[in-house]
């Protein structure tokens, strides 16, 4: 455990951390909250020792050790992946040495003798350290940790310095996890790994015996882990106990609380103040307003609660209409060496559509973004965007799209569409760029605000198709909020990736999971996707309709008709030729509109089953209303995609009527 009291914290004239206290027991897991700059990893950075303070104490036994993940730390290492985590073993590895020569001692030294016991004492403690650090399964619990990370077999004996920044921070996640200290202090340490990854971290953090704190702006990951949630707010520390879910409740319950002790404390002293006015130049009432000015100054004002984030209160300006079909690709082969990252995939995006690509990391996310986006010239493969489509691309590393010497107003008003320029300070503020922060100069802003403010221009912008790579990389809760909310308001066609799962439930309308170099799509959100995935178990398409083929463009039945009709019965070659590719062209299309029909059946037959399954959840849950509100929600969803299925399957049988009746063969 340790114990934090009146610790005391400031740069300059602002107070970061303000006689701030804080407990965490053994074996407890807590998190802390709040917006960006509010000092988050600063009292995490005061908790491992990194980082002096102006007052108070951090108790921590000294027999605990204790380890710490930073947000972002450069590897230098030339060693391989395998050697580089060994190295985590290499004093218990000492200690095994040093137990052998102990062995020896002991058959040499008469027992009950103080030598001995002293010899004993010391091979207590060396076995002891050798059994908690897991030594004889060290090769074993390497392996299962960097697998557990999204290392592959054939990387561990690659120098870590071909990695990238993200998966050197992977590597100094693996060595902390690989050392199993006592307390453990992680900043971030979502923000480098898939979703797969972050199940998997989150398991094995469940398992930790000893303390944890993080901080975190991942909400399913906090809300599968944390016991105690700790807000920083403007160098204060509330304590939540129980779920993250949990603690928003109970927040909203203190700011409402806090803001209506603030609206009395207000009314209070205003009615003090006019009081004094009314009577401070008439002598008769000097004691009395004296005795009132004294109650001034003696009250302790109650702050109001800190603005709440992630509330736009505007329209966005509407994205220009582009054609139906926004995005085709087809046959997109990428390879490296032997290994076909994108393995002759197709895809169809729709106008209006929010899709999220998902998949384990390496599995092809940020190459096919690139690839569909025009950006990757060694892919092989058809691309077509529709008419009037717009693209603007958003990649979490990218820092050139801003310049360095503009303030974040006039960055954006370089970008933004001319009719949204009078709304500019209102846009910036939602996204949470208030009051002079809108003069900042981009060289000064934080990963969080450089993010945010790409993201801003963006949406103002004039582009109708936006490709999203981790988009909510740094941001937090209250900025994931404000983006959430803009991509729903948004009229235009999204493509992202990310692994933030409340978001992508939040936004997305369609998945499509990169796998072993083919594609999958399924309809829905996130959550959606798993159930849909689950019923059709790992390897069966029957639930989800490949990504690759649009829609069957309907055709001129009686134009057909008539041509076919009226074919001469003496023929040329290149008149036969032509009717016999005429007619060829319409049987293929005919079969993929029957093929379509099939996959629809499919489709309708698994959203029926999901809707049954959800509704025996919600027979099981009679009685918690909670659940059946979430259980009504998610069937609500279904049965619209019901609707959605079956209507587009009706067409598809009119079209496969159509065309077989127009060939002869109804």
Known sequence: ??????????????????????????????????????????????????????????????????????????????????????????????????????????????????????????????????????????????????GGLGFKPTDMERPCSEFSGGWQMRILLAKLLLRNPDILLLDEPTNHLDIESIEWLAEWIKGHEGSVLMVSHERAFMDALVTKVVEVDRGNVIVYRGTYSESLIKRQERRENQQRAHDNQQREIEHIQSFIDRFRYQASKAAMVQSRVKQLEKIEVIEAPSQELGTINFRFPPASRSAKEVLMAERILKQYGVRKVLDNVDVAVYRGEKVALVGVNGAGKTTLMRALSGRDPDVSGTIRYGAGVELAYFAQYDKEDLHPDNTVLGEFLSAADLNVSGAARGILGAFLFSGDDVEKKINVLSGGERTRLRLAKMLCGKANL?????????????????????????????????????????????????????????????????????????????????????????????????????????????????????????????????????????????????????????????????????????????????????????????????????????
């Not at 027992?111 to 091979?123: C, K, V």
């Not at 939040?506 to 072993?516: G, P, Q």
């Not at 919600?618 to 609500?636: N, Q, S, V």
């Open 1 to 146: 455990m340790f114990d934090v009291q009146n610790v005391t914290l400031s740069f300059g004239e602002r107070v970061i951390l303000n006689n701030v206290s804080l407990k965490v027991e053994d074996g407890e897991r807590a998190a802390i909250i709040g917006p960006n700059g509010m000092g988050k990893s600063t009292l995490l950075k005061v908790i491992a020792g990194i980082m002096g303070t102006e007052g108070g104490s951090v108790s921590i036994p000294k027999t605990s050790e204790i380890g710490y993940l930073p947000q972002d730390l450069e590897l230098k290492s030339e060693r391989s992946v395998l050697d580089e985590c060994a190295q985590v073993f290499a004093e218990v590895l000492e200690h095994e040495k040093e137990m052998r020569e102990l062995e020896d001692k002991m058959s040499h030294v008469p027992h009950g003798t103080p030598e001995f016991d002293q010899i004993a004492d010391r091979y207590e403690f060396l076995l002891h350290e050798t059994q908690r650090r897991d030594l004889y399964s060290m090769d074993a619990t390497i392996g299962r940790v960097l």
């Open 466 to 666: 936006l490709m999203l790579d981790e988009p909510t990389n740094h941001l937090d809760v209250g900025s994931r909020l404000t983006l959430e909310n803009a991509l729903r308001q948004y009229e235009g066609t999204v493509l992202l990736v990310s692994h933030d799962r409340y978001f992508l439930d939040n936004v997305v309308t369609r998945v499509i999971e990169v796998r072993d170099g083919k594609l999958t799509s399924y309809q829905g959100n996130y959550t959606d996707y798993l159930a849909m995935r689950e019923i059709a178990g790992p390897t069966n398409p029957s639930v989800a309709k490949k990504s690759e083929q649009p829609a069957p463009t309907r055709v001129d039945t009686d134009k057909l008709k008539e041509q076919l009709n009226s074919v001469p019965k003496r023929e040329s070659d290149s008149e036969r030729r032509a009717r016999q590719e005429a007619e060829k062209k319409n049987r293929n299309r005919a079969k993929k509109a029957e093929k379509e029909v099939e996959e629809h059946e499919n489709m309708l037959y698994q959203v029926e089953e999901l809707i049954g399954q959800i509704e025996n959840e919600m027979a099981k849950a009679a009685g918690d209303y909670k659940k059946l509100a979430e259980l009504t929600e998610k069937r609500t969803r279904a049965e619209s995609r019901k609707e959605e299925i079956e209507s587009r399957w009706l067409e598809l049988q009119e079209e496969v009527t159509e065309l077989k009746a127009a060939l002869g063969e109804a």
